[in-house]
């Protein structure tokens, strides 16, 4: 549950950060008040997606070392079990 919702989030800050660069392309003149607020929250979605993206690559680290562990061939290593 706490994975899926990390993976919501992820999705969810990838789709905002999408909308405010979509409200900034949609402009002639942009206020720059409105402006600076969806840069400071833009800024904040990309500060917490990198973290989430760093840890998606350190999982994905983790199968690697996992997969060579197990002969690095793919197959995992069943010890003195024969099939």
């Known amino acids: 549950m706490v994975q899926e919702q ?3 989030n992820l999705n969810n800050n990838l789709k905002r950060l999408s909308e405010i660069a979509e409200w900034f392309d949609s402009r002639e003149e942009v206020d720059v008040e409105e402006g600076l607020i969806k840069v400071k929250e833009a800024v904040a979605l990309i500060k917490v997606s990198k973290q989430r993206l760093k840890e998606i690559d350190n999982e994905f680290k983790e199968i690697q070392k996992d997969i060579d562990i197990d002969g690095g ?11």
């Open 6 to 8: 990390k993976t919501n």
């Open 73 to 83: 061939d793919g197959s995992v290593n069943t010890g003195d079990i024969s099939f």
